[in-house]
């Protein structure tokens, strides 16, 4: 039941700061040599997300072919 309760206070947790970040959305420059890029601060965070996703993802799968295939 305390299990139940956490998960509830995490879900609850992230939907508050979704809500608030639709609400004060905020601006990212970032500049490097002659590239400048300006995006929101939800779609930096959706991009570094993806980033850290696929690069788990990757790890995983080399970790599962390295444990699997015979060499």
């Known amino acids: ?3 139940l ?3 509830f206070i995490g879900i609850l947790a992230v939907a508050a700061g979704s809500a608030w970040l639709a609400d004060h ?3 990212v420059t970032i500049s490097f040599q002659t590239f400048e890029i300006d ?10 997300s993806a980033v850290a996703f696929i690069t788990a993802a990757t790890v995983w ?3 599962w072919l390295r444990r699997d ?3």
């Open 5 to 7: 309760g956490l998960w």
């Open 1 to 3: 039941m305390i299990k």
């Open 39 to 48: 995006t929101s601060f939800a779609a930096l965070i959706l991009g570094v």
């Open 25 to 27: 959305p905020g601006s």
């Open 69 to 71: 295939m015979p060499i």
């Open 61 to 63: 799968f080399i970790g």
